[in-house]
C-alpha cells in the first residue's frame, strides 16, 4: 500500500497564493502520472491538473493559467502552486497517483487524504 501525504492547504484570502505538496510514502512504487483533484460538498471529484512521467501536464480549464503542478521524482513528491486563487477555488484538495510497483510490475492507483483550502476574505 502506498501512503500519499498530503500538505500545504489552509485559509488564503482572495488573490492569494498557496502550495499543495503530495509525497509518496513508497520508493518501490513508480509513479507514472500524478494527479490533483478537488471535491466540495454534495460535489464529484474533479480533476484539478496532472503531470506525466514525461512532464506534459493537463489543467482543468477553470485553473489554466492560475495553477502550476510540478514534481520531483528524486522525492517521490508531486506539488501545485495556486496563484490568484478565487473563493471558487474552495474544495478539500485530494492528490493521486498512478502507478506500478517495481518488482511485481502490478498497476496501482492511490489517493492522498485531502486537505483543505478556503480561499475567503
Known amino acids: 500500500q502506498v501512503q500519499l501525504v498530503e500538505s500545504g492547504g489552509g485559509l488564503v484570502q482572495p488573490g492569494g497564493s498557496l502550495r499543495l505538496s503530495c509525497a509518496s510514502s513508497e520508493s518501490d512504487f513508480s509513479i507514472y502520472t500524478w494527479g490533483w483533484y478537488r471535491q466540495t460538498p454534495g460535489s464529484q471529484r474533479d480533476l484539478v491538473a496532472r503531470?506525466?512521467?514525461?512532464?506534459?501536464?493537463k489543467y482543468a480549464d477553470s485553473v489554466q493559467g492560475r495553477f502550476t503542478i510540478s514534481r520531483d521524482n528524486a522525492k517521490n513528491t508531486m506539488y501545485l502552486q495556486m496563484n490568484s486563487l478565487e473563493p471558487e477555488d474552495t474544495a478539500v484538495y485530494y492528490c493521486n497517483a498512478d502507478g506500478t510497483w517495481r518488482v511485481t510490475g502490478t498497476p496501482g492507483i492511490y489517493w492522498g487524504q485531502g486537505t483543505q483550502v478556503t480561499v475567503s476574505s
Open positions: 503531470i506525466g512521467s514525461d512532464g506534459r501536464t
